[in-house]
Every structure is written in C-alpha cells, then in structure tokens.
C-alpha cells in the first residue's frame, strides 16, 4: 500500500479524510477517501501499489471481463450491455463516425472495438491485462503513442490508472487537434450515490483511486488542456450499480425490483441537474 501525502492530481497538501468505504470483494477490508480542498477530486488513500493492484480484481465477478455467459444475471447484464452500447453510439457517432481511427483506452474483451468496428469505424483497443487474443487489441502502449486518434475512449477506466498525469499528457499528444476525448465516470453527486452511501458499490474501492463529480472531472481535464465540450448520461448504471449497492448493504430476494425503482428515481432526479450515476464526459482541446 502507498500512502499519500498531497493529492494525486494537483499535488496540493491541503487534504482531508472524509469517509470509510467497504470493499464490495471483501466486506471485511475498508479504505478511507480523501478530498482536496484544491482541486475538489476525492482519492482513495492510502491505495494499492501499481504492482499490487492486481490481486485486487476479481476477475470471475468483474462482469466486464467475462465472455462467457452463466447466471441469469450475466445473460440480462449481456441484454443490457447492448443496449448501453447502441445508446453510446447514438450519442456519440457524431464524434466517432469521422473516418478517423478511435482508439479504445482500457478496451476488455474489445466489445466497443467490434461495435464501432461493425459501425465501419477503424478502431482499436488498448488493455493491460489482455486477457484474449484479440486482432485490435495491444497490451504495449509503446506501440500506440507515435499514432493520432480523432477520438479516444475510455470507459470507465480513467479512474484506475495510477500514472493518471503522465497517462492524460500521452492521450493528449495522440489526439488530433480537433479531436474528442470521451470519458465515461461514475458520479458521487448523483442520487444514488447519496442513498447508498458507504455501500454505493460505483466507489469500488481499492480498484478506483480517484471519484470524481462533474465539477471536479472539468476541473482536472482543464488542468490537462481540455475543455468539456458535451455531457451524456449512462441511464443503465442507475439500475446496475443500485443492484449491486443492495446485495451489499443487503441480499433480499426483491433487491431486483428495488433496484428497477432507485434506479428510476435516480435517472429521473438527474434529468435536471445531469448528475446520473454515471456520465459520459467529451473533451475537447483548449
Ligand atoms: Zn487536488
């Protein structure tokens, strides 16, 4: 573990502890999280070491990574998955369709490559942790950053990466000048997040070092060089991480159907204010 003296972004000394976060992998480990009182972002402190991090992800329950389909759960999840990502494209193929190349950052299993690449959109994929042979899809960096992107992708993925300064300068470099950069995060201020509380599964602490709200996100990416251009919700994250903040504070066998009613509410509550549970941020350059 890495214990942190100033904030992982700004580098300011003025932070304060502000709440205790069960780790939904295992109840019995909880991390404190810390806010600055300059650039606002939240981070979890002290954190893992990039070397450690790994025994962190479970990987048979981090539903992102499965290809194979098994529970009920993971067979309604996969429904949803398309769904979220014909939503993705209808609101940003305005962005993406551009005959540019588009770069996936934290790809997975590449489910986003193959979409766009089914869109007829030249795209690939970065992952560390390749975990299947995929054509589009490195586990070298190195072999990216000589290469322009009209836009970049990275889904929920921004607030993992430790080297987060040097990574958003490299990403910055390998955009066009009128390029997007799409950030999608989860998001303290939304409802949901105010009701679960220490059990809102989205701070999945120790794998999220930094939470961000939509003040403090802009507020980091201006720093970076960029300037929001638009704001998109991710509406399926209401109904999904309300599910899984349930089964942790609670298993109850009508924790589906609670989390079909939060869920709504939540997404309703954000139609006003944009804070959704999670939210699909495009950068633009400065
Ligand atoms: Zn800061």
Redo the contacts with the bound molecule.
Sequence with gaps: MEKLD???????QG?KKQYQIIDRFQSSHRYSLYS??????I?TNPRPKKEEIKKHYHYDEYTSHQSKKRSVFDYIYGIIQRRNERHKWNKLKKYINNGGTHLDYGAGIGKWVDYLSIKNVNAEGYEPIAINNHKKITSDFNKLIYKQYTTISLWHVLEHVHEINDRVEQLSNMLTSEGRLIIALPNHDSYDSQYFKKYWVAWDVPRHLYHWNKDSIQK?MKQKGFILDSIYPLPFDAYYISFLSYNLKNKNIFNSIRAVVLGWISNRKAKKTQNYSSNIYVFKKL
């Excluded at 100033?6 to 300011?12: D, I, R, S, T």
């Excluded at 600055?36 to 972002?41: K, P, Q």
């Design positions: 100033k904030c992982p972004l700004c580098h300011h932070i600055c009182d300059s650039c606002s972002v981070f980091y």
